[in-house]
């Protein structure tokens, strides 16, 4: 379950920013994660309720935003979108592609309460 692992990773970056922003409590967590990480969202929120048990961010809302995946073709240059795993470009056809948007996993907004009560 890789969704584990990374609300592992998610967690420590989200205490050390909550830390850092004198949060007292922690209130709602976005994720940005790219198409391409193929995660799960259900395994995630249950993850997070779990490693978030008795700490600043126990009860806090989790959302999710998936950026879908976006290459750019190394023939004609330009950016297109993916549906599935089928690199393709969208323009001229080439197999001759990089990927420029998919496998994003930042943490994106935190928000909370803060030891000055505003
Ligand atoms: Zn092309």
Do not use: Y
Request: one cysteine or more; glycine letters at 6%.
């Amino acid at each position: 379950m890789h969704e584990f692992s990374i609300i592992t990773e998610l967690f420590k970056i989200m205490e050390e920013t909550a830390h850092a922003h004198n949060l007292v409590k922690v209130e709602s967590v976005i994720i940005h994660a790219g198409a391409l990480r193929q995660i799960h969202k259900a395994a995630l929120l249950a993850a997070w309720q779990e490693i978030t048990q008795s700490t600043i961010a126990e009860n806090s809302t989790l959302e999710l935003t998936v950026l879908p995946a976006r290459i750019r073709c190394l023939n004609c240059r330009k950016e297109s979108g993916v549906e599935d795993i089928c690199f393709v470009c969208g323009f001229c056809s080439s197999g001759e592609v990089e990927v420029i948007q998919g496998n994003e996993l930042i943490l994106h907004t935190i928000r909370g309460e803060n030891s000055h009560g505003d």
